[in-house]
């Protein structure tokens, strides 16, 4: 039952990172409107955008976790 209380707290910490993530990936991308404003394709898009960053950082939250499981586990066998 700890296990999975774990697993669940990471899953809502790897969404809780995944949106400034998103963000900063729609941030740097310094997408501007064609026009003086957004079309709604364009708004579209922009969404896209996001989520397509949110995934990434959701998934490389998971990565780095993987990769601090992995160099722990290492350790702790050297160590034994």
Do not use: Q
Request: net charge negative.
């Amino acid at each position: 039952m700890k296990t999975v209380a774990r697993e669940l707290v990471w899953f809502f910490v790897a969404v809780l990172l995944a949106v400034p993530v998103g963000y900063l990936f729609g941030s740097l991308l310094e997408l501007k409107p064609e026009g003086r404003s957004a079309t709604p394709i364009e708004d579209v898009f922009e969404m896209e955008l996001f989520i397509i960053g949110a995934v990434i950082g959701f998934i490389l939250t998971y990565v780095m976790r993987i990769l601090m499981w992995a160099i722990n586990k290492h350790l702790v066998n050297k160590e034994s």
